[in-house]
């Protein structure tokens, strides 16, 4: 009688039996899908992605080679991580986790010591499925990646020019956001696919520039470096100097970084060994390729999430009391300093979450590929399911490798959302 | 039936002593003939539309290769034709739940269906197999000059896993682009995105039709798998599968023997070839024994014509699919039809 009016023995009740109950569910669920498949015949497991693929992929990125060394630094990375929230959340756990940053900062350098220790390779027909999946997923962190970048500096241009006193961009930068927002993103992707087809000339009559890239609705043939005549310590040395006079000469803004940058890219550049791109029988072959299929792929991801990203700005932007602005042009700052000294710290407040929000739909939506023969990770999956009929591993493969990618995202997002709201509250 | 056990018991019996009968007497009749006769309309399996192989005329009634053969066996039984269009997906349901009598679909024939689906295939009335189309402007002979291009395939087929195959025996490069979808692949292979486009000859033959300019495209003689496609009909009844087969034979042994459509009630009529004589049931009582009148052949070829009347009306080289006989030629000319005596 006691037992039952307890609110807590109620709650712990009603918990324990709604997680049997879920429990219970998900157990005949796999047992009725591995009974089903074992009466049809078909094997289970994992086994099967070993064995050879032997089906060509148009776009292969260099893969890792051990994957079981990335496996355990991801896995350490993860496990750091969720230490430090852990610690935040139990008590008993506090003295053993670490703080956010540290564990941020250790997880980071794990998994860049493990992909710089690793070797790379490139996956050929006679690879595994695995190393298919995984180009597919490489695929897919590339466009989205890029993509969110890409993105957020086209959002965020945009949504300023919406607030642009002039009536000309101001306008046109609406009529844009409108429109792109207002297309299906399916629509976006194949009507830039056959935009690059049937505008840029076949392959036998490329366009080119300077002699050096080469245009065609094959893809855009830029020269590569494909290696440099110094030794590699100087290499690394030259291009981290480059880097850091190129970040000093942007934030820092001196005229020295700025030379020194551009000297540091003179020497890498004279140095390399180049490959250029020439036709050759049916291809263009050399140099390294931008294709369509990547291209319409990431322009319509760009033209769909950058619309939806302006409109963030703006809503940001618009949050930020008309006094701050006001404050600041009595202060006597410009209207670009006011705007990046007042306006979008302030703004970033609110443009954060919805951005994350955009970021994990843009890296979800890179799946739309599979429209246009751009061989993401659901575009191979799809082949390799065809190929083995093991359809419930491939989905599961894939939903983790999804799940990996969004959660990486949320948490980089949060973190960062967490730098820029207000202090002490 | 499970109320009246004796019933059962009693078929079965009489079913045995049907079969213990001596071999002079009437055999038993297949049941899908049967009930085929009885509702006067066979019903056959076709894809919505497959060019050269089954499409809607001006008309609006289904003609091709495939139907042909739906129109042999339906006037064989003498009974009128009735083409139901099927998908990929429904069409081995369909068969083996009995909606469709039998299938002239582009199946191939391969071991897993034959063991795994309760399928039984008929004769191969078209031999298939993989190969390419590219631009007659490529100015390349053979598959083998296509080194270093770029080929469109379609995803999940075992296209894919052969054009990989065949690319690497012959150490050649290989620029694949796969797509989902066939429409998708056709367009990037007419906005110039790839040289070549590859899938079984009978298909991407008739997809070839489609395109603005058919002549600018050519089909490369090199085949690089093997894809026998032939009608289908349910396991349990090997009497119907063997009616299906023998007429698709028919066809066969006319070709070899001149009979065409044209002439066929004059041959039945007047022909002193014996084996024409057994086929149109002048001679034997092959016909019998099938469960058939003598004048089954006789109709089927009136109907549809011989092989090559039926290959050249709907593949050959005046059609738009513009196919060479090659490998469905008789086997006199190098080729592999070739029915067994109508003896």
């Known amino acids: 009688m006691y037992l039952r009016r307890n609110p807590v023995v109620r709650a712990s009740v009603y918990q324990a039996a709604a997680i049997l109950a879920v429990g219970w569910l998900a157990y005949t669920g796999l047992r009725n899908a591995l009974d089903n498949l074992a009466a049809r015949g078909i094997s289970t497991g994992f086994r099967f992605l070993v064995n050879e693929a032997g089906f060509v992929i148009s776009e292969t990125p260099p893969i890792p080679r051990q994957l079981g060394w990335v496996a355990c630094a991801v896995g350490a990375a993860a496990l750091l991580i969720a230490a430090a929230y852990l610690g935040k959340r139990f008590s008993w756990l506090r003295p053993f986790a670490p703080s956010k940053r540290l564990s941020l ?201 950058s619309a939806f990203i302006a409109d963030i700005v703006v809503s940001g932007i618009k949050s930020v009391p008309i006094g701050q602005i006001e404050a600041a042009y009595s202060l006597g700052l410009r209207r670009l300093p006011a705007l990046r000294l007042v306006v979008i710290p302030q703004a970033l407040r609110v443009v954060v979450p919805p951005l994350s929000l955009q970021y994990l739909g843009l890296a979800k939506n890179t799946s739309i590929g599979v429209a246009i023969a751009f061989p993401d990770l659901v575009g191979v999956s799809r082949t390799v399911l065809y190929q083995t009929g093991q359809a419930i591993e491939v989905m599961l493969l894939v939903m983790v490798f999804y799940l990996a990618v969004s959660f990486s995202i949320a948490l980089a997002t949060n973190m960062f959302n967490q730098t820029v709201q207000v202090k002490g509250w | 039936m499970d109320q009246t056990p004796w019933l059962g018991k009693l078929a079965t019996s009489l079913a045995f002593a049907l079969c213990a009968l001596p071999a002079y007497a009437q055999t038993a009749q297949s049941p899908t003939l049967a009930s085929i006769v009885s509702r006067g309309t066979l019903n056959c399996g076709v894809y919505p539309n497959f060019p050269g192989f089954e499409t809607l005329d001006r008309d609006g009634n289904y003609v091709g290769f495939d139907v042909d053969f739906c129109k042999a066996v339906a006037a064989a039984a003498n009974v009128q034709l009735k083409v139901v269009p099927l998908t990929a997906t429904e069409r081995f349901p369909a068969l083996v739940s009995k909606s469709v009598d039998m299938l002239a679909m582009v199946t191939t024939r391969t071991a897993s269906r034959d063991f795994g689906n309760g399928l039984q295939f008929a004769p191969v009335t078209f031999y298939d197999g993989q190969g390419f189309v590219t631009r007659s402007k490529n100015k390349i002979k053979s598959a083998k000059e296509l080194s270093g291009a770029t080929i469109c395939v379609l995803q999940g087929t075992t296209s894919e896993l052969n054009l990989a195959d065949w690319f690497r025996s012959n150490s050649l490069k290989l620029n694949a682009v796969t797509f989902a979808s066939e429409d998708e692949l056709l367009r990037a292979y007419e906005a110039n995105r790839c040289d070549a486009f590859t899938g079984g000859i009978a298909i991407i033959a008739g997809r070839r039709t489609n395109f603005r300019d058919p002549a600018e495209h050519i089909v490369l003689p090199e085949v690089i798998s093997k894809e026998p496609l032939a009608p289908v009909t349910a396991e349990g009844d090997e009497k119907w599968s063997k009616i299906v087969a023998w007429t698709i034979f028919a066809t066969m042994i006319a070709e070899e023997k001149d009979v065409t459509a044209a002439n066929v009630e004059q041959a039945a009529k007047d022909s002193a070839d014996p084996e024409l004589r057994r086929l149109f049931g002048k001679s034997g009582s092959i016909a019998r024994d099938m469960g058939m009148d003598p004048d089954w052949a006789t109709r089927a070829i009136k109907a549809a014509g011989n092989y090559r009347e039926i290959f050249e009306r709907n593949l050959g080289v005046k059609t738009p699919l513009r196919l060479e006989r090659g490998l469905n030629a008789q086997w006199d000319k190098g080729g592999l039809i070739y029915a067994p005596p109508f003896r």
């Open chain 1, 105 to 305: 900062v250790l997880s980071l350098a794990v998994i860049a010591v493990a992909l710089a220790q690793v070797e790379w390779t490139r996956y050929q027909p006679t690879g595994s499925y695995l190393d298919a999946l995984l180009t597919g997923l490489s695929n897919t962190i590339t466009v989205a990646l890029l993509g969110c970048v890409c993105a957020t500096v086209i959002g965020f241009v945009m949504g300023i020019f919406q607030l642009s006193t002039n009536w000309l961009l101001r306008n046109s930068a609406r009529a844009a956001t409108e429109l792109c927002r207002d297309v299906p993103l399916l629509v976006h992707v194949m009507f830039w696919y056959a935009m690059i087809l049937n505008f840029f000339p076949p392959v036998r009559e490329y366009a080119s520039v300077l002699g050096l890239v080469h245009i065609c609705n094959r893809g855009l043939y830029l020269p590569a470096i494909t290696d440099f005549k110094i030794d590699q310590i100087t290499t690394l040395l030259v291009t981290g100097g480059a880097v850091v006079a190129l970040a000093a000469a942007v934030f820092g803004r001196t005229k020295l970084s700025l030379i020194l940058a551009l000297l540091a890219s003179a020497v890498l550049i004279s140095t390399a060994s180049w490959d250029f791109p020439e036709l050759q029988g049916f291809n263009i072959v050399g140099g390294v390729a931008i294709r369509p299929e990547f291209a319409a792929l990431l322009f319509g991801l760009l033209a769909y999430h």
